[in-house]
C-alpha cells in the first residue's frame, strides 16, 4: 500500500473510507482484486467533496455501482473506487410522497401511493446507488410502464444510466427525463434528455458520473404492467445462466449489417465456442455471449477467454467484437471497453 496517498486514516477523506479492499465480492462475476482506497459516501455532497479530494490527490477515480458489467483485473487497482452503494435513494418526485424515500431495495412505500395519485405525475427519481431491480418492481407495483424490459438486470441506476442498461425489450434511456451529473471539476449539472444524445450500451456521458435521474412512465394496467415483467423475466431465465456468477453479456451485438444480423451470443456459438473454458471461466453453454466464474476463476482466466473468443470470431467471420463488460486495470493490450 503506498502511503503517498495521505495517512491510511478514514478521516483523511470526507466520507466514509476504507483501504485495501478486496473487490471480487462487490461483482457479480466475482473475480479481481483490490482496490487502493474505498470510498463510500452516503450524500451527493460527500460524493462531491470525494471527487475533489481525488483529484487533489492526483489518483485516479473509479466509480463502481453494482458491478454488474464489471471485469476487476487481479491485484491491486492504484487510486479510489468510489462505491454508490449508500447514496440509495428512490422516491417520487412531487405529491404527499415527496419527502418519503422508498426503501431501494423493495420500492415497498411506492406501492401504498393513493390510486388518485397513481395517475397525476408518473416519475420516480432515483440516486444513483438505487437498484435496478428497486426500479423495476417500484413501476411494476405502481402499474408504471417503460421498465419492464429491465427486469432481470442486476446493477444500480448509476451504472444503468451511464451504460444505457437494456435489451431486447427496451432501455433505460427511452423512459430517461433528466439526468444530474457530476462533472470531473466537481460541478453538479442537470441535464434533460433532449441535451444528451446516448447510445446503445452507452449512456454517452464522457467523464462525468451520473448523480440521479428522473424518470418517467406511463401509467398503464397494472395486471398488463405485471404480466409483460413476467413474461420478459422467464424469457431472460430461460436463455440466460441467470443462476450463475457472470458480468451479463460480454460483447456488444456487432453492426447486423456486418454479421447478417447475427447476435455476439450467436456468432460464439457458431464458432463452437461454447463451454470453452480457461481455469475457471467458461463461456456459457447456455448464451454464447456470457462468461461464467465455475467457483475461483481470476480475472486473468477471463481475459485470456476473451481474447480466445474474440480471435476465434474474428478469424472465422472477419467482425471484431466490442466489449460491453468495463474492464478495470487490465495490462496495456488488453481488451478495453469498446
Ligand atoms: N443466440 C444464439 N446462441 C446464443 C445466444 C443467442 O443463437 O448462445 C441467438 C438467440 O436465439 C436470438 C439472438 O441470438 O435469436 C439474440 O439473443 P438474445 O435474445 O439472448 O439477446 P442478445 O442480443 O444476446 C440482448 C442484450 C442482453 C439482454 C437481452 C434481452 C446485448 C449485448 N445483450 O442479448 O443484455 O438481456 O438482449 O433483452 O445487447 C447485457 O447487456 O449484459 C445483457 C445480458
Same mark, same amino acid.
Given at each position: 500500500?503506498?502511503?503517498?496517498?495521505?495517512?491510511?486514516?478514514?478521516?483523511?477523506?470526507?466520507?466514509?473510507?476504507?483501504?485495501?479492499?478486496?473487490?471480487?465480492?462487490?461483482?457479480?462475476?466475482?473475480?479481481?482484486?483490490?482496490?487502493?482506497?474505498? *470510498?463510500?459516501?452516503?450524500?451527493?455532497?460527500?460524493?462531491?467533496?470525494?471527487?475533489?479530494?481525488?483529484?487533489?490527490?492526483?489518483?485516479? *477515480?473509479?466509480?463502481?455501482?453494482?458491478?454488474?458489467?464489471?471485469?476487476?483485473?487481479?491485484?491491486?487497482?492504484?487510486?479510489?473506487? *468510489?462505491?454508490?452503494?449508500?447514496?440509495?435513494?428512490?422516491?417520487?418526485?412531487?405529491?404527499?410522497?415527496?419527502?418519503?424515500?422508498?426503501?431501494?431495495?423493495?420500492?415497498?412505500? /411506492?406501492?401504498?401511493?393513493?390510486?388518485?395519485?397513481?395517475?397525476?405525475?408518473?416519475?420516480?427519481?432515483?440516486?444513483?446507488?438505487?437498484?435496478? !431491480?428497486?426500479?423495476?418492481?417500484?413501476?411494476?407495483?405502481?402499474?408504471?410502464?417503460?421498465?419492464?424490459? *429491465?427486469?432481470?438486470?442486476?446493477?444500480?441506476?448509476?451504472?444503468?444510466?451511464?451504460?444505457?442498461?437494456?435489451?431486447?425489450?427496451?432501455?433505460?434511456?427511452?423512459?430517461?427525463?433528466?439526468?444530474?451529473?457530476?462533472?470531473?471539476?466537481?460541478?453538479?449539472?442537470?441535464?434533460?434528455?433532449?441535451?444528451?444524445?446516448?447510445?446503445?450500451?452507452?449512456?454517452?456521458?464522457?467523464?462525468?458520473?451520473?448523480?440521479?435521474?428522473?424518470?418517467?412512465?406511463?401509467?398503464?394496467?397494472?395486471?398488463?404492467?405485471?404480466?409483460?415483467?413476467?413474461?420478459?423475466?422467464?424469457?431472460?431465465?430461460? /436463455?440466460?445462466?441467470?443462476?450463475?456468477?457472470?458480468?451479463?453479456?460480454?460483447?456488444?451485438? !456487432?453492426?447486423?449489417?456486418?454479421?447478417?444480423?447475427?447476435?455476439?451470443?450467436?456468432?460464439?456459438?457458431?464458432?463452437?465456442?461454447?463451454?470453452?473454458?480457461?481455469?475457471?471461466?467458461?463461456?456459457?453453454?447456455?448464451?454464447?455471449?456470457?462468461?461464467?466464474?465455475?467457483?475461483?476463476?481470476?480475472?486473468?482466466?477471463?481475459?485470456?477467454?476473451?481474447?480466445?473468443?474474440?480471435?476465434?470470431?474474428?478469424?472465422?467471420?472477419?467482425?471484431?467484437?466490442?466489449?460491453?463488460?468495463?474492464?478495470?486495470?487490465?495490462?496495456?493490450?488488453?481488451?478495453?471497453?469498446?
Amino acid at each position: 500500500m503506498s502511503t503517498a496517498s495521505g495517512p491510511s486514516s478514514s478521516t483523511a477523506w470526507p466520507c466514509a473510507a476504507l483501504s485495501d479492499v478486496p473487490l471480487s465480492s462487490r461483482t457479480t462475476l466475482r473475480v479481481g482484486g483490490r482496490a487502493q482506497w474505498l *470510498l463510500e459516501p452516503a450524500t451527493q455532497e460527500e460524493l462531491r467533496a470525494a471527487v475533489v479530494a481525488t483529484r487533489e490527490r492526483g489518483l485516479p *477515480l473509479r466509480v463502481l455501482g453494482g458491478g454488474a458489467n464489471l471485469l476487476v483485473a487481479d491485484g491491486v487497482l492504484p487510486g479510489v473506487v *468510489l462505491a454508490t452503494e449508500r447514496l440509495d435513494r428512490l422516491f417520487r418526485p412531487s405529491g404527499r410522497e415527496e419527502t418519503a424515500p422508498l426503501d431501494a431495495a423493495t420500492g415497498e412505500p /411506492v406501492a401504498r401511493a393513493a390510486p388518485e395519485t397513481r395517475e397525476a405525475d408518473p416519475r420516480l427519481v432515483a440516486w444513483c446507488g438505487a437498484t435496478l !431491480p428497486a426500479l423495476v418492481t417500484a413501476a411494476t407495483r405502481l402499474g408504471w410502464s417503460g421498465l419492464e424490459g *429491465l427486469v432481470g438486470v442486476p446493477g444500480k441506476a448509476g451504472g444503468g444510466v451511464a451504460m444505457n442498461a437494456g435489451g431486447r425489450w427496451g432501455e433505460l434511456w427511452d423512459v430517461l427525463e433528466e439526468v444530474r451529473v457530476l462533472e470531473p471539476d466537481g460541478t453538479f449539472r442537470d441535464l434533460a434528455r433532449a441535451r444528451c444524445a446516448p447510445r446503445y450500451r452507452d449512456g454517452n456521458l464522457g467523464d462525468s458520473i451520473v448523480v440521479a435521474c428522473v424518470l418517467r412512465l406511463a401509467p398503464d394496467d397494472p395486471a398488463a404492467v405485471r404480466e409483460r415483467t413476467r413474461e420478459f423475466l422467464l424469457e431472460k431465465n430461460r /436463455v440466460q445462466p441467470v443462476s450463475e456468477a457472470s458480468c451479463g453479456c460480454i460483447f456488444k451485438n !456487432p453492426d447486423p449489417e456486418a454479421s447478417g444480423g447475427r447476435s455476439a451470443g450467436r456468432l460464439v456459438e457458431e464458432a463452437g465456442l461454447k463451454g470453452l473454458s480457461v481455469g475457471a471461466a467458461r463461456v456459457s453453454e447456455r448464451h454464447g455471449n456470457f462468461i461464467v466464474n465455475r467457483g475461483g476463476a481470476r480475472a486473468s482466466d477471463v481475459l485470456a477467454l476473451i481474447r480466445r473468443v474474440r480471435e476465434e470470431v474474428r478469424q472465422r467471420f472477419g467482425i471484431d467484437l466490442a466489449l460491453e463488460v468495463r474492464t478495470w486495470g487490465a495490462d496495456e493490450g488488453e481488451p478495453t471497453a469498446g
